[in-house]
């Protein structure tokens, strides 16, 4: 995954002109970008656009990956992005507080009772 993350910075540095670094477009179809959690990040990240079914979906499956994050990823990236996109949808705080309920939690050692 990092020699891939390396090409792309040779492909978009070593480039003499502009023309020779490939359109962004070409960048993102690469396979570092394709990467599951990284996708999960620009989910939440453009989260505000979709439509309430493909919010509680995402949520839904969210529960299944975030364990597989980095703890620092989900306290500085995930949990902000999560209550944002509450704030601004109020009905999604079904799925939205109970992940970062678990995650605060686990993130601080502390069990329910």
């Not at 509680?56 to 992005?81: A, E, R, T, Y």
């Not at 601004?88 to 605060?104: A, H």
Request: aromatic letters at 6%.
């Amino acid at each position: 995954m990092e020699s891939e993350l390396q090409d792309i910075f040779r492909q978009i540095l070593g480039a003499q002109t502009p023309a020779m670094r490939g359109s962004l477009g070409q960048l993102v179809q690469r396979q570092w970008f394709q990467d599951p959690l990284l996708k999960t990040i620009r989910y939440l990240e453009n989260i505000d656009f979709k439509d309430s079914q493909q919010k509680v979906q995402f949520l839904n499956g969210l529960v299944k990956v975030i364990d597989k994050f980095d703890k620092k990823m989900v306290i500085d990236k995930v949990l902000p992005l999560l209550m944002q996109s509450m704030a601004k949808d109020t009905q999604i705080s079904v799925q939205v507080l109970p992940i970062v309920i678990t995650q605060l939690q686990s993130a601080n050692g502390i069990t329910s009772s």
